[in-house]
């Protein structure tokens, strides 16, 4: 299993990333968004984390989706996520700050 950092991005005081407690890797999908993390609403923009395993079906229910974010939005996201890392307000990162 990837590290709890992996999985979440960095560490968030107090809170225990499920899929990293023991045994729990295999056998969980991490689903977030920006519209949540980022306060992004409406950008109908989200991720799953999982092993192969897992995210296959996901992958084969993809084709079946409604919606589809806008090429610009996926690309804002793309270089947000990133920059999540770095200081913010005070910090050591955004998801600190949360």
């Known amino acids: 299993p990837p590290p709890k950092e992996e999985l979440m991005g960095t560490s968030c005081p107090g809170h225990v990333h499920f899929a990293s407690l023991p045994n729990m890797w295999d056998r969980t999908i ?3 968004s920006a519209g949540k ?3 992004a609403t409406g ?3 989200g991720w799953c984390i999982a092993p192969s395993h897992l995210i296959a079906p996901v992958h084969q229910l ?3 989706v409604q919606f589809c974010a806008s090429t610009v939005i ?3 996201l793309a270089r947000t996520l990133p ?3 770095e200081p913010f307000e ?4 955004y998801y600190e700050y949360l």
């Open 90 to 93: 005070g910090y050591n990162n």
């Open 83 to 85: 920059r999540a890392d």
């Open 62 to 64: 993809l084709p079946y």
């Open 30 to 32: 991490t689903v977030s």
């Open 74 to 76: 996926q690309e804002a």
């Open 43 to 45: 950008w109908q923009v």
């Open 37 to 39: 993390t980022f306060s």
